[in-house]
Antibody, heavy 124, light 108 residues
Framework: EVQLVESGGGLIQSGGSLRLSCAAS????????MNWIRQAPGKGPEWVSV???????YYANSVKGRFTISRDNSKNTLYLQMNSLRAEDTAVYYC??????????????????WGQGTLVTVSS | DIQMTQSPSSLSASVGDRVTITCRSS??????LNWYQQKPGKAPNLLIY???NLQSGVPSRFSGSGSGTDFTLTISSLQPEDFATYYC??????????FGQGTKLDIK
């Protein structure tokens, strides 16, 4: 079965660190563009970071310099190392894969496979 | 960053109603616009991509339209399982795909 399972969330004090994991099954994480997306309570989803198949990484400005995305191909797992956590980082964190449909002129992308999410609560 | 604004923020409707949700982008995004449905405690699920294309397995009562900065999601005849929150998302600005704030659809 193709799925993503996140873990590692919890309650952490402001300024602390946490590492989230996203275990993939049914495909290899190195073969897909892998994203972290978060959703604060009552808000819309917010893209956090992406790790491309070639190894390039990108971050939202709100987490740049504090969060690091990585993968372990031997464990088929994606990670998000979160340092210097702030109250505004409180959210459900999802990992998700990109999917796309390309025509002759454009490639349209969306988030395809999502995990169930893991809750991170940062107390101030 | 491209901002996405949905209206209304919430909507009450009855089974069988026709419902329209609007999404506006802060700059032109051509037709790089997706719609998702999210139910409580679950991840978002894609309904429509490239503004008008129905994702495989999504009922035909869902449809999308628009281009440039203004987009709509229409549900032609609401079913009980359609009561959920709906989000638009632009995929024009790689890799920062921003979402709208959501439209919560509940039962009147």
């Amino acid at each position: 079965e193709v799925q993503l399972v996140e873990s590692g969330g919890g309650l952490i004090q402001s300024g602390g660190s946490l590492r989230l994991s996203c275990a993939a099954s049914g495909f290899t994480v190195s073969s897909k563009f892998m994203n972290w997306i978060r959703q604060a309570p009552g808000k819309g989803p917010e893209w956090v970071s992406v790790l491309y198949t070639g190894g390039s990484t990108y971050y939202a400005n709100s987490v740049k310099g504090r969060f690091t995305i990585s993968r372990d191909n031997s464990k088929n797992t994606l990670y998000l190392q979160m340092n210097s956590l702030r109250a505004e980082d409180t959210a459900v964190y999802y990992c998700a894969t990109d999917a796309s449909h390309c025509t002759r002129t454009s490639c349209y992308k969306w988030y395809d496979l999502w995990g169930q999410g893991t809750l991170v609560t940062v107390s101030s | 960053d491209i901002q996405m604004t949905q209206s209304p923020s919430s909507l009450s409707a009855s089974v069988g109603d026709r419902v329209t949700i609007t999404c506006r982008s802060s700059q032109s995004i051509d037709n790089f616009l997706n719609w998702y449905q999210q139910k409580p405690g679950k991840a978002p699920n894609l309904l429509i991509y490239a503004a008008t294309n129905l994702q495989s397995g999504v009922p035909s009562r869902f449809s999308g339209s628009g281009s440039g900065t203004d987009f709509t999601l229409t549900i032609s005849s609401l079913q009980p399982e359609d009561f959920a929150t709906y989000y638009c998302q632009q995929s024009y600005s790689t890799p920062l795909y921003t979402f709208g704030q959501g439209t919560k659809l509940d039962i009147k």
